[in-house]
């Protein structure tokens, strides 16, 4: 029915324009949880860090205690330095590895389906993986807390999202800036993160700086879940959204243009 379609177009062309009148309080709102989501994400991943290699130690000493109980002092010692030093960069190899391997498909993912979904899946990722460092009690189970870092990009959806909150009518300075901040937000989150994670592994509990990271990743999916649900191969400008309008308008068209048969 023509009439109820020109109704229908008018009132979504209205919204999309509504929307692009004020487009600073959308881009403030999104880049807002874009920047609280990067400090925590780097604050929780600095969280354990530099407790890492002191929670390895305690690992491989245990685990070389087990293999042999008897052994000459100096040379176990020499023996647990050595075996640590080897552990802990093959541990830092293969988070690497995983972390290569996995940008791109976070890459895709984003082109797939979209930089809210991506950042929930990131954030979910890093909250298992740091579940897991938690409750590990052998090398094998740090190893398995590294294999969620798979999906641990979350500096790159930030970025999808950036260049999809900022229209190109901004210009190239304005998406400078706001990439500019981000690298400032991920800065703050690594800088405290170190400092709290000594200071709660100076306690003795090697674990609790992963289980505060949990929680501070939890915190960020809910975060990403309040952003839009937005492409990021869709620029957010005034035409992008008059043609969703037209492209809605027309699939509705076509269900009434069915429903008369």
């Known amino acids: 029915y023509p009439h109820i379609q020109s109704r229908r177009y008018r009132r979504l062309d209205d919204m999309a324009t ?43 000493e245990a685990d070389i205690a087990a293999k042999s109980a008897s052994s000459i002092g100096d040379l176990e010692a020499t023996q647990s330095e050595s075996e640590l030093l080897a552990s802990y960069g093959r541990l830092q190899s293969f988070f690497s590895l995983l972390q290569s391997i996995g940008s791109p498909i976070i890459g895709a993912l984003l082109d797939r389906y979209g930089s809210r979904y991506c950042f929930m899946l990131v954030f979910l990722s890093s909250a298992l993986s740091y579940g897991i ?14 294999v969620p870092g798979l999906f641990q990009a979350a500096f790159l959806v930030a970025q999808a999202i950036v260049a999809t909150a900022m229209p190109s009518e901004s210009g190239s300075s304005s998406r400078a800036a706001a990439l500019g901040r981000l690298t400032t937000a991920y800065t703050i989150g690594a800088t405290i993160g170190p400092t709290v994670g000594g200071l709660l592994g100076s306690s003795g509990d090697y674990y609790l700086g992963a289980k505060l990271a949990v929680v501070g990743s939890l915190i960020s999916v809910i975060l990403a879940f309040a952003l839009p649900d937005e492409h990021p191969s869709m620029e957010v400008t005034a035409e992008g959204r008059r043609i969703k309008a037209k492209e809605h308008v027309a699939t509705f068209g076509q269900q009434n243009d069915s429903s008369k048969w």
């Open 18 to 60: 509504q929307d692009i009148k004020n487009p600073c309080q959308h881009q403030k709102r999104v880049m807002a949880i874009v920047y609280i989501n990067i400090t925590l994400y780097a604050l929780c991943y600095q969280l354990q860090r530099p407790i890492e290699p002191f929670l390895v130690h305690r690992l491989v």
């Open 133 to 146: 460092l938690a409750n590990s009690n052998s090398m094998e189970m740090l190893y398995l807390s590294k």
